[in-house]
């Protein structure tokens, strides 16, 4: 046994690769990035050819992980909670064709939205698909889940679920490591035809899915990750769910007063609820998240005795991420000493980089619509560029989710709204923008796409971009006009030509595309350092 200091996202990467991983497919989006960022630095990953790769969406990287699996390989995909909207088409679906090598599903959820537009919980896509799912409390736990989920993946043949949350996912304790397991050889699955999700078979394939569902009980209710202490005094019994758990130890200074129910995996280990609920006056639950278990304890109607308290009885705030002091309110006990108020540092509005691509565009852009912005609308995606909402620029006005940003303008035209500009990053287009592109040729769209290509996927920490300088032959394959396709460079030597370029194609009554291409400042100034240190870095 050795001991490193890892985040939560890194501890699990290792646990992964040291369970005998084989595959890892991922899309970035914090909080999970660095669990793929682990692995691509990883010398035992390199040693053992462990494939890490990005892949264009969460989608296709928990496709390529079940294709992996298929072959008998553990495999797993990382992403974002957000992520598995994207990915949740195949993630249902693999349940039902059930894995055939280990297949593990990391999600990082972001409660109190740090860097997401929401805080969906993914414990209930667990429970939509019918899979086992587990939820580490600390960074120990975090490295030891992923050799129980492939165990558990390998013998119910189905796809398991990794839930971490922020702050777990990007804090760092001292973790043991050691014992490394050797990875799968390539193998066929044994009944081949489950994967043929044809009606009949898929049929067959449910019933064993819901089949399993009792031993997925049993195999909570004996697992190393769920905990019940029947000590302490039953006026009030406790449900901690993940890092929860980890808070109530340190409010509690190791020893709760009460009997606590640890959970780490689920579905709920349901012996041990029951003993809660017979034995004590009253139940907190702790979690991150949505009131999940909570919602399950209190029943419908809710239960009366023992009453059942949480996010949804204003005992725990209904949203954010839960923190030490939260849990020791919600406990009756005082508050922990808060650091002094002056070395908190006081929140700045996030900004353009100095020198940023990004800000040259949405400068043209200003330009452009100032005088048509009674009518334009400028449809707007996730990334850096989405700061052109924020003053001084102000020129976006809508950001829903990756993707939306031309199929939104695309409605938006239709709908009679023009002109309607979409303005788009590089990967988010490769992401899930080029299918709404094709919508828009088809339908000969009156829209303008911007995509705003800095060669990288900046908000993430600068990952390859997966259509790097292939912008131009990708938009021409799916059939934008030759004549439409404009590449400028977005940089303030060129303003004048830039705003007339997007003038023009504002103007033209059908889809056209601008590719303002420039490298991100940051990934440019980082490889100019590389090269400086004769590529040390
Ligand atoms: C479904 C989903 N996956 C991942 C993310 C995290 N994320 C936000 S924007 C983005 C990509 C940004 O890259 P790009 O479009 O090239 O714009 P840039 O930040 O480089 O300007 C990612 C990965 C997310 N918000 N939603």
């Not at 796809?159 to 050691?178: F, I, M």
């Not at 396709?485 to 940089?491: A, K, L, T």
């Not at 889809?511 to 350092?529: G, H, L, M, Y």
């Amino acid at each position: 046994m050795a001991t490193q200091l890892l985040l939560g996202d890194e501890a699990l990467a290792q646990g992964a690769i040291d369970a005998g991983l084989s595959a890892a497919y991922a899309y970035p989006g914090t909080p999970s990035t660095e669990i793929t960022e682990h692995i691509l630095r990883s010398p035992e990953a390199r040693a053992g050819e462990i494939v890490c790769r990005w892949a264009a969406n969460e989608k296709t990287a928990l496709e390529a992980a079940l294709g992996a699996s298929y072959a008998g390989k553990r495999a797993m995909a990382s992403m974002k909670h957000v992520g598995l909207n994207v990915a949740a088409d195949p993630f249902v679906n693999a349940a039902i064709s059930g894995a055939h090598g280990g297949l593990l599903v990391n999600v990082a959820d972001d409660p109190s939205m740090h860097s997401s537009q929401n805080e969906q919980d993914s414990r209930l896509y667990a429970e939509l698909a019918l899979v086992p799912c587990f939820e580490p409390s600390d960074q120990q736990e975090a490295y030891a889940v992923p050799a129980r989920a492939f165990e558990l993946s390998e013998t119910y043949r189905v796809p398991v679920l990794v839930r971490l949350t922020t702050r777990l996912a990007h804090s760092r304790a001292t973790v043991e490591v050691g014992g490394q397991r050797p990875q799968n050889p390539l193998s066929r699955p044994e009944q081949p035809e489950r994967f043929i999700l044809l009606p009949a078979i898929a049929k067959r394939s449910y019933e064993r899915l819901v089949g399993h569902q009792p031993d997925f009980v049993r195999e909570s209710e004996a697992s190393p990750f769920n905990r019940l202490s029947q000590d302490g005094d039953r006026a009030l019994g406790i449900v901690a769910c993940g890092i929860a758990y980890n808070y109530l130890l340190e409010v509690t200074d190791g020893a709760p007063r009460h009997p606590v129910l640890k959970v780490g995996q689920y579905p709920l280990p349901a012996r041990d609820v029951e003993w809660l609920v017979e034995h004590c006056g009253r139940i907190l639950i702790l979690e991150e998240g949505y009131p999940y278990v909570e919602g399950k304890l209190r029943g419908l109607p809710p239960r009366s005795a023992p009453a059942i308290h949480g996010r949804l009885t204003g005992d725990v705030p209904r949203t954010g991420e839960l923190s030490p002091d939260i849990v020791a309110a919600a406990l009756g006990l005082s508050a922990l000493a808060r650091r002094a108020a002056s070395s908190v540092p006081a929140p700045r509005p996030p900004a353009f980089c100095p020198g940023c691509p990004h800000a040259d565009t949405c400068k043209v852009l200003a330009e452009v619509l100032v005088s048509r912005r009674d009518s334009a609308r400028v449809f707007s995606d996730i990334g850096c560029y989405t700061l052109g909402a924020l003053p001084p620029h102000g020129v976006i006005d809508t950001c829903v989710e990756m993707g939306a940003s031309i199929t939104m303008a695309h409605g938006a035209s239709e709908a009679g709204l023009r002109p309607a500009v979409a303005l788009i990053g590089d990967s988010t287009f490769t992401h899930s923008g080029m299918t709404g592109l094709l919508d828009c040729v088809n339908a000969n769209a009156d829209v303008t796409v911007i995509i705003v290509d800095n060669l990288t996927v900046a908000m993430t920490g600068g990952q390859r971009s997966a259509a790097e300088n292939r912008l131009v032959s990708i938009c021409r394959g799916l059939g934008v006009d030759e004549a439409h396709i404009r590449v400028i460079e977005p940089h303030p030597r060129n303003h004048k030509q830039n705003v007339a370029v997007l003038d023009q194609e504002i103007q033209y009554p059908g889809t056209s595309v601008i590719i303002a291409q420039r490298e991100c400042i940051q990934t440019a100034k980082r490889s100019a350092r590389r090269g400086a240190r004769g590529g040390q870095e």
